[in-house]
């Protein structure tokens, strides 16, 4: 039998690599917790019944963060139990200090596996490129992660040093609120304020931009309608209170692109600041990530991996760092 | 009989005042137009059912900007059908040139109609104080509207020319999400990125600093929980995905306090930039408007009006334009 799978309960995706010797699967599960917790239990179930036999199964989780926890406590405990609950092969979590421990201790030591999943990433980048500035951009936030003869050199270990420290940016390629990005849009040579509501997301921007495909706007719309470019420039036009058809095709791009700028210009400035060395993009988001190190001038270096897998980092990291 | 009604059909709120003489009655209804549009009806005829008598209702709406509607034209004619459709009075409708006109004269000019509901206490103020600035602070937007010589003196009519003058600008006492009211914060002498979720509003800050009462909170918060200190202070250490606990009471508190300022510097800002006339405070948000006006040194007027008319200006405004 043998195989592996690597699996990350994130807040909004849930994915999973499975992994036996150089064969893997890939499988990415939008799923927004805060909105029904109960039902992560099925979804865990579904995304690992469809990937092959395996021997055991490598958790991380950023979910515990969610508001439909009181506290992280909270959430790594209802993570904890669901995973167990919904997997009959042994589990092993990990920590923050890159160490895969059994589920009692995981239960014994919360805040030590909370938001671990950018460690099993950056373990993966230090073994390939031992010094190296890993960028990986999901659909939420950005991991900023430095690596040091090979070593993971990063400052921060919990959620709120990482923010500190730059190596946690939230800003992301798909479920970013635009009032968030910036305050001001460029409206027909003048700046805009925005409207700060939730009318649209950075996917609506990658959409428009051709960053990304319609069937890549894999999270829920802010207004429940499609994923097409005309109802992405609905969205964008209300972010300045305006109809789509108000402003014209040509001056929501403008909005767009600004707000493209602004997200690189983010990650650029915290890679910046967080290290000087060369980056590895990774994540759906890694187009961000290698625009920001063209902007620095930074060399770019590759991990050896399928797209699926740079996708979903920290899951084929575990998937490969869990022994079999 | 006698009686009119003064009707504000907005977003996240639909306002309510009855007068008849110097008799009035406000009711107010927190109702978010984009949760479930088809419960419009249900909300318009519950509000005029609870108040006395009437012979017309005088309408104006702020609803067609919210994204249950795909266009502004849309949204106009849903709530001019929910309206007729609810209220078995002789409807009139404001027009942002301040006319009040008939039902099918609105439905033919629906941009005229939409989002005019800063007309209505704009042209009340200007018969009061005929040079002020009128500073409406609501749940989640801020009417910056300059009077002179008793006439409104606004250079924007619509949304868009309304931000892009300063006079409209986005933040409300209530329902802004605080990731889109500062992109840092102070956390232990450090200033702290936050997370743009949607973990905590406007009115966590203004109940964690006692500017409200927990029963002020008249909107949904953001995690479902409840609207006391306790529960506001946890969602506002998620902003920077902290834990209560792992800040403390104090450090919360100051990160509140940072909102808040940001918030006053923002509406000042507006205040400055549109007239340097008195101030006249209105809104549930009032007390912002009331330190916006104290920050730049500006004396304040009063509305001669109950402070629940204060708070439901627009509706207020209305049933006393409208014609018996």
């Given at each position: 039998?043998g195989?592996?799978?690597?699996?990350?309960v994130?807040g909004?995706?849930?994915?999973?690599v499975?992994?036996?010797?150089d064969?893997?699967?890939?499988?990415t599960?939008?799923?927004?917790?805060?909105r029904?917790?109960d039902?992560l239990?099925?979804v865990?179930r579904?995304?690992v019944?469809?990937?092959?036999?395996?021997?055991?199964?490598?958790?991380?989780?950023t979910?515990e963060?969610?508001d439909?926890?009181?506290?992280k406590r909270?959430?790594?405990a209802?993570v904890?139990?669901?995973?167990?609950?919904?997997?009959?092969a042994?589990?092993?979590?990990l920590t923050t200090a890159?160490?895969?421990?059994?589920?009692?201790?995981a239960?014994?030591?919360?805040l030590?596996?909370?938001?671990?999943?950018?460690v099993a990433?950056?373990?993966?980048?230090?073994a390939?490129?031992p010094?190296?500035?890993?960028?990986?951009?999901g659909?939420?936030t950005?991991?900023?992660?430095p690596?040091?003869g090979?070593?993971?050199?990063?400052r921060?270990?919990d959620?709120?040093s990482?923010?500190?420290?730059?190596?946690?940016?939230y800003?992301?390629?798909l479920?970013?609120?635009?009032?968030?990005?910036?305050?001001?849009?460029?409206?027909g040579?003048d700046?805009?304020?925005?409207?700060?509501e939730?009318f649209?997301?950075?996917?609506?921007v990658?959409?428009v931009?051709?960053?990304?495909p319609?069937?890549?706007y894999?999270?829920p719309?802010?207004?429940?309608?499609?994923?097409d470019v005309?109802?992405?420039?609905?969205?964008?036009?209300r972010?300045?209170?305006?109809?789509?058809?108000q402003?014209?095709?040509?001056?929501i791009?403008?909005?767009?692109?600004?707000l493209?700028?602004?997200?690189?210009?983010?990650?650029a400035t915290?890679?910046?600041?967080?290290?000087?060395?060369?980056?590895?993009?990774?994540?759906g988001?890694?187009?961000?990530a290698?625009?920001?190190?063209a902007?620095?001038g930074r060399?770019?270096?590759?991990?050896?991996?399928?797209?699926a897998?740079?996708?979903?980092?920290?899951a084929?990291a575990l998937a490969r760092?869990?022994?079999?």
């Amino acid at each position: 039998m043998g195989g592996v799978i690597g699996l990350d309960v994130g807040g909004a995706n849930t994915k999973a690599v499975w992994r036996d010797g150089d064969d893997s699967r890939v499988v990415t599960r939008p799923y927004e917790v805060w909105r029904d917790r109960d039902g992560l239990i099925a979804v865990l179930r579904e995304v690992v019944e469809a990937l092959p036999a395996h021997e055991r199964v490598a958790l991380t989780m950023t979910a515990e963060l969610s508001d439909a926890f009181r506290t992280k406590r909270e959430g790594v405990a209802f993570v904890l139990d669901t995973a167990e609950a919904a997997l009959p092969a042994p589990l092993s979590v990990l920590t923050t200090a890159g160490e895969l421990v059994g589920i009692a201790e995981a239960r014994a030591r919360p805040l030590d596996v909370a938001a671990a999943n950018w460690v099993a990433a950056a373990l993966a980048v230090g073994a390939v490129h031992p010094d190296a500035l890993m960028l990986d951009v999901g659909s939420t936030t950005a991991d900023v992660i430095p690596i040091a003869g090979g070593r993971v050199a990063a400052r921060g270990r919990d959620d709120l040093s990482r923010l500190l420290a730059g190596e946690l940016v939230y800003t992301g390629a798909l479920r970013t609120n635009l009032a968030a990005i910036a305050a001001r849009v460029p409206v027909g040579g003048d700046w805009c304020p925005v409207a700060s509501e939730l009318f649209a997301i950075s996917a609506d921007v990658h959409l428009v931009l051709g960053h990304l495909p319609p069937e890549g706007y894999s999270c829920p719309t802010p207004d429940g309608r499609a994923t097409d470019v005309e109802h992405a420039r609905e969205r964008i036009a209300r972010l300045v209170c305006a109809d789509a058809a108000q402003l014209g095709a040509e001056a929501i791009e403008r909005i767009a692109a600004h707000l493209h700028d602004e997200q690189v210009r983010q990650i650029a400035t915290a890679a910046r600041r967080v290290s000087d060395t060369p980056i590895v993009p990774l994540g759906g988001g890694a187009f961000l990530a290698r625009e920001a190190a063209a902007r620095l001038g930074r060399p770019v270096l590759e991990m050896p991996w399928r797209e699926a897998e740079r996708d979903a980092a920290p899951a084929a990291a575990l998937a490969r760092l869990a022994p079999c």
